[in-house]
């Protein structure tokens, strides 16, 4: 089957203008001007033609950090997150997913983690992980950071440890250098990311860590990966000095988002080392200053996509920037092959957006799963 999307404004995230995309089955073969489907036809094989004309092509979402089996339990049993859903990923755009453990590493498991990257691919999206957890020494499938990474196909890096949390194990940078150590080793030997994500919290010593980690370590900064620096002012501050050390720093999603992107600009901060994420199905907790919890809400996927509608309307940005914080920028941190771009030999993982930045069609390789404001798709026991 030969699907064209014809007509739509190409971001690959870079703009190409109006461009025709040619799809083969799951990839992506051509992308060109006015592109005739009769020499496909006359091949025989059968064309299935998408109008895009009036509206911009981008990338699949690419979201680094989501919770795919639930997180949370800070205020006790009942305070677990729910697992995802392949619809929570598709009605944000979201075609790959990276899945990770946070605080409880008692009830969630590396093993159910596995177990639903590779459901959410059977079902149509792309999905990942990272093993270990907040703690230290970071638990693993087979005992060995390394051999995580090497043996397990969905294993890209090590998450979420946790820095400056009172939440966390409170490790020492010695500490930190073995993990992103070993992270690193697995990847070179396997082929991947060996990228260490690090959950920042909301303490006074925000990367202090990490930059130390840098100074005192032969660890390369891309391999250092934190997350949530969009805590505070003097966080964005200084996740703008770790990016021009060459790491990539990452924000989660919020409804100030516009604001926290300036900044980290207007800090200096390298933006192509810069990306955006979701938190989805992880708790929100709000604690007080003794560490008490005093609420609870849950993220979701879909606020990824809603920050992507935000920035591209406060007009502050190019829209080929700002696509790439949720699409090439995360593919290249965590080495996703075929992700994050419009090209070809690429993976078919398309969007529509109409002229007012609302989502008109989700393509998952090469597979339409999102359609005119309706997620076509369904999980596996949906009636």
């Known amino acids: 089957m030969i699907t064209i999307v014809k007509g739509a404004y190409v971001y690959a995230p870079e703009p190409l203008g109006s461009r025709d995309i040619v799809i083969l089955n799951d990839r992506i073969e051509k992308i060109s001007q006015e592109i005739d489907e009769k020499n496909y036809e006359t091949l025989g094989l059968d064309v299935c033609i998408i109008d895009g004309s009036g509206k911009m092509a981008v990338p699949g979402l690419v979201d680094p950090h989501v919770h795919l089996i639930g997180g949370g339990g800070e205020g006790g049993y009942h305070t677990r997150t729910p697992e995802t859903d392949i619809k929570d990923f598709v009605e944000a755009g979201i075609t790959t997913a990276v899945g990770l453990i946070g605080t409880d590493k008692t009830s969630r498991h590396l093993e159910s983690l596995y177990a639903k990257a590779k459901a959410l691919d059977a079902e149509g999206m792309t999905a990942y992980m990272y093993t270990g957890n907040y703690h230290v020494p970071v638990p693993t499938v087979t005992g060995d950071i ?13 998450a979420e440890v946790a820095i400056s949390d009172h939440r966390s194990g409170q490790p020492n940078v010695h500490e930190l250098a073995k993990i992103a150590a070993d992270t690193r080793i697995g990847g070179l030997t396997s082929g991947k990311a060996g990228v260490t994500h690090f959950h920042v ?4 010593g925000r990367l202090e860590l990490l930059h130390a980690l840098l100074d005192q370590y032969d660890i390369p900064a891309e391999k250092v990966y934190p997350t949530h620096i969009n805590r505070t002012s ?8 770790l990016s021009n050390r060459g790491a990539y720093v990452d924000m989660t999603a919020d409804t100030d988002i516009v604001s926290h992107v300036l900044h ?7 933006m192509q080392r810069l990306t955006l994420s979701s938190d989805g199905n992880g708790s929100l907790p709000v604690f007080d200053e003794t560490g008490r919890l005093t609420r609870l809400t849950v993220a979701r996927p879909k606020t990824l996509l809603e920050n992507v509608q935000l920035l591209l309307k406060s007009g502050e940005f190019n829209p080929g920037a700002i696509f790439s914080l949720v699409t090439k920028q ?13 090209k070809s030999g690429y993976d078919a993982d398309i969007l529509l957006f109409d002229s007012e930045y609302h989502l008109d069609m989700v393509m998952a390789k090469g597979e339409i799963l999102f359609r005119d404001g309706r997620v076509t798709v369904k999980s596996t026991f949906d009636e």
């Open 234 to 241: 003097a966080l964005i501050e200084d996740a703008a000095r």
């Open 201 to 204: 919290g909301p303490g006074e």
């Open 146 to 158: 390394q051999k995580d990474i090497y043996l397990l196909d969905k294993v890209i890096g090590t």
């Open 330 to 342: 995360p593919s290249d941190v965590l080495k996703l092959d075929k992700k994050g771009n419009l």
């Open 264 to 270: 980290f600009q207007q800090s200096g901060g390298d």
